[in-house]
């Protein structure tokens, strides 16, 4: 009980973002589906995972469509109290956060925002075009009791497929730093954003500038920088030049007497000695000095990294681009385990997509109506996932610093079991899933969550509970 009493503490931090009482009821049941159900089929798995009765599956529905939940205000709070929960990995006092794009299927016709998609993927099992929902997001990087890196979801976004005017002339890249700089003014500290090669341009690094925040990310290799103009000894007419001589980065991996050996600070690599060299260069799309870091790695080959503080150490910018993988690691669980991006709302009103014209939908010339209907739609995805990265975090919560009560809740077996690791996110949910019972028939007579499950719970499909009665 121990897990559900803590995990309820940690949602009620979330009671502000909910105008009724009874809508933070039905969030909590929301949020605790997510933590519990053993199948990732939509709704009707909260209803299942939870033995509720049927009548509970529209009121679950109306919650992701409710204007009563307010997004903008659930997600600052998550955030504060993601800063509250885990501590952070900082550089300098300054906070890192890692960005990732991800794209995920979906068929329904009647979809909002549904698009032909193209993935580039190593794993040859994904198709290279696919119709789906194009997502960023932002996660926290932190670190647990014992030095192990993990990405705490924060924020996910469709941003992609819907122009809703003509002259909004924003890209992907606009849109990630807008949400980016939101999640930073409500940390209210300078952060680094950590990100891939895609990133890697002047309208993600300059926003950032603006602000006070930086940017480590992976150049691609056929980069071009200049060194600096030598400054003349006699000031002369015009303007002074800038840009000196033209380097191509990839040619200054044969110079090998530049590069300095140190071990690898990469997360997990013992053993491992890397060759790099760190160079300051004008890079022509910001127009000012960035710093460049060679890497050349004895078993991954040559990387370039590119940071915009030229006062972070090399081995500190190899040690935080290793861990950019912990956000996809994130995506990995957040697909499988909580099936945060499971959700199949359509939309009845709404004209069907053509699979001829597989472009963004554009709505300028469709009534205000029409326009609202889809919007509302769209926020019900967003607080669907949302919720979703919520309580993915609240079970890392609990994997991090309640490690114990996690395994010996857990009442399973596996090959692999480390009790003296964090448990994983799927670990996490079967020590819930075992303690819903013991929690629901012996938790504290106040216990709002607790009272509102039981008047809605469906005895005949709950044995456990018959039996804890």
Same mark, same amino acid.
């Given at each position: ?168 002339? @924003?890209?992907?890249? /606009? +849109? $990630?730093?807008?949400?980016? !700089?939101?999640?930073?003014?409500? &940390?209210? %500290?300078? =952060? ?48 002074? @030049?800038?840009?000196? /001589? +033209? $380097?191509?980065?990839?040619? !200054?991996?044969?110079?090998?007497? &530049?590069? %300095?050996? =140190? ?207």
């Amino acid at each position: 009980m121990t897990l559900w009493l803590e995990w309820f503490r940690c949602v009620a931090h979330l009671r502000s973002a909910c105008s009724r009482q009874t809508t933070f009821l039905w969030m909590c049941t929301a949020l605790a589906g997510f933590c519990v159900r053993s199948d990732l089929a939509g709704v009707t798995s909260f209803v299942r995972g939870l033995w509720l009765t049927p009548t509970t599956y529209r009121r679950l529905l109306h919650l992701f469509h409710t204007p009563a939940l307010d997004l903008t205000r659930l997600t600052t709070l998550w955030i504060r109290l993601a800063l509250k929960l885990f501590r952070p990995v900082t550089l300098d006092g300054r906070i890192v956060f890692l960005a990732d794009g991800l794209k995920v299927p979906k068929e329904g016709r009647k979809m909002p925002a549904v698009k032909k998609l193209h993935q580039e993927s190593d794993n040859n099992t994904k198709p290279t075009f696919i119709f789906g929902h194009s997502f960023q997001a932002v996660a926290l990087l932190a670190k647990g009791l014992l030095g192990q890196p993990f990405a705490v979801p924060l924020s996910s976004r469709i941003h992609e497929g819907l122009v809703f005017s003509n002259r909004d002339k @924003r890209t992907l890249l /606009d +849109k $990630l730093v807008a949400l980016f !700089l939101e999640i930073a003014a409500v &940390s209210k %500290v300078n =952060a680094i954003l950590v990100a891939d090669a895609y990133y890697a341009s002047r309208k993600v690094i300059l926003p950032l500038l603006a602000e006070g925040h930086h940017l480590i990310t992976r150049a691609r290799i056929n980069t071009t920088a200049w060194r600096p103009a030598p400054q003349p000894k006699k000031r002369r007419r015009g303007r002074p @030049r800038i840009y000196g /001589d +033209k $380097l191509h980065l990839r040619d !200054l991996f044969r110079k090998r007497s &530049s590069f %300095v050996s =140190a071990p690898s600070p990469v997360y997990g690599e013992e053993g491992v000695e890397i060759n790099y060299r760190c160079v300051d260069l004008l890079w022509r799309p910001v127009g000012q000095l960035v710093r460049f870091v060679l890497v050349d790695h004895p078993k991954r080959g040559r990387i370039i990294l590119l940071c915009s503080d030229l006062s972070v150490e090399p081995l500190q910018v190899i040690e935080l681009y290793g861990y950019r993988f912990k956000i996809e690691v994130g995506f990995k669980q957040a697909l499988r385990t909580l099936g945060a991006y499971a959700y199949h709302f359509w939309m009845s009103d709404m004209s069907p997509i053509s699979r001829w014209r597989s472009g963004n939908q554009h709505l300028h010339m469709k009534s205000e109506q029409y326009r609202k209907l889809l919007k509302r739609k769209i926020n019900a995805y967003h607080r669907y996932v949302q919720l979703a990265c919520i309580a993915q975090g609240l079970q890392q919560h609990l994997a991090v610093n309640f490690r114990v009560s996690v395994w010996n809740y857990f009442k399973s077996w596996m090959r692999t079991m480390k009790p003296s690791l964090p448990p994983s996110e799927a670990v996490v949910a079967q020590a819930l899933r075992a303690n819903l019972s013991d929690f629901l028939v012996h938790a504290p007579d106040d216990n709002e969550l607790a009272i509102f499950v039981l008047e809605h719970l469906d005895l005949d499909r709950c044995p456990a509970m018959l039996l804890a009665g």
